[in-house]
């Protein structure tokens, strides 16, 4: 499976940006998806996650609310990002695991995920 996220950019501060990941090869075997970031400095960290079912979704505390999570099929996921502000700076990357789970199961943990795609630099201007 490949995963590649589109969507990053430069934005001001209060703007927002849509994030796209889209996998390939052997998409029927995709479970779980999320979106992790790293910032200049800092680790990787979970930002949201979606079962596979998309009913299931897990947001991280910095971005709840502002930002929404979705998936417009098995091997298509957004994230909506909203009121962007600099703290939201850092390269952007989605995730999917392939391990048998309960459709409506969601990971956040990111050893858990098989597959990482190459990132997508999301950065907000002051």
């Known amino acids: 499976v490949q995963l590649q996220a589109f969507g990053g950019g430069l934005v001001q501060a209060g703007g927002s940006l849509r994030l796209s990941c889209v996998a390939s090869?052997?998409?029927?075997?995709?479970?779980?998806m999320g979106w992790y970031r790293q910032a200049a400095g800092n680790q990787r960290e979970l930002v949201a996650a979606?079962?596979?079912?998309?009913?299931?979704t897990n947001y991280a505390a910095s971005i709840k609310g502002r930002f929404t999570i979705s998936r417009a099929n098995a091997n298509t996921m957004f994230l909506q990002m909203n009121s962007l502000s600099t703290e939201d700076t850092a390269v952007y990357y989605c995730?999917?695991?392939?391990?048998?789970?309960?459709?409506?199961?969601?990971?956040?943990?990111?050893?858990?995920?098989?597959?990482w795609g190459q990132g997508t630099l999301v950065t907000v201007s002051s």
């Open positions: 995730a999917a695991d392939s391990r048998p789970r309960s459709p409506d199961q969601v990971v956040i943990t990111p050893a858990l995920y098989d597959y």
């Open positions: 090869g052997r998409r029927f075997s995709i479970n779980n």
């Open positions: 979606i079962s596979k079912n998309g009913v299931t």
